[in-house]
C-alpha cells in the first residue's frame, strides 16, 4: 500500500515563501511521475507542477519562475519549493504519484495566502 504524506502548509502573507514535502512509503523512482495539484474551494484540481522518474519537470503556466519541484529520494521525499506567492495561490495542494495503472493522491495540505 503506497502512501504519500503531504507537510508544510500553512498561512503566509503575499510575497512571501512556503515548502512543501510530500514523503513517499518507497523511493520516488520507483514511480513514473510525481507531482503536486491543487484545489481552490469552488473549483477543479489544477497541475501544479510534475517530476518524471528521469527528473523532468513541469509547471503551470501560473507558477512558472516561482515554483520549484525537486526529490530527496534519500528520504523518499518531493518537495515543492513556493517563492513570491499570491492570493490566488490560496488553495489545498496535494502530492500524486504514478506507476504504472495506478494513481496515488495525498490528504492534502491547506496553503493559505493573505493580502
Known amino acids: 500500500q503506497v502512501q504519500l504524506v503531504e507537510a508544510g502548509g500553512g498561512l503566509v502573507q503575499a510575497g512571501g515563501s512556503l515548502r512543501l514535502s510530500c514523503a513517499a512509503s518507497r523511493s520516488t523512482f520507483s514511480f513514473t511521475i510525481m507531482g503536486w495539484y491543487r484545489q481552490a474551494p469552488g473549483k477543479q484540481r489544477d497541475l501544479v507542477a510534475t517530476l518524471t522518474s528521469g527528473d523532468i519537470t513541469n509547471y503551470a503556466d501560473s507558477v512558472k519562475g516561482r515554483f520549484t519541484i525537486t526529490r530527496d529520494n534519500a528520504k523518499n521525499t518531493v518537495y515543492l519549493q513556493m517563492t513570491s506567492l499570491k492570493p490566488e495561490d490560496t488553495a489545498v495542494y496535494y502530492c500524486?504519484?504514478?506507476?504504472?495503472?495506478?494513481?496515488?493522491w495525498g490528504q492534502g495540505t491547506q496553503v493559505t495566502v493573505s493580502s
Open positions: 500524486n504519484a504514478v506507476s504504472g495503472w495506478h494513481i496515488y
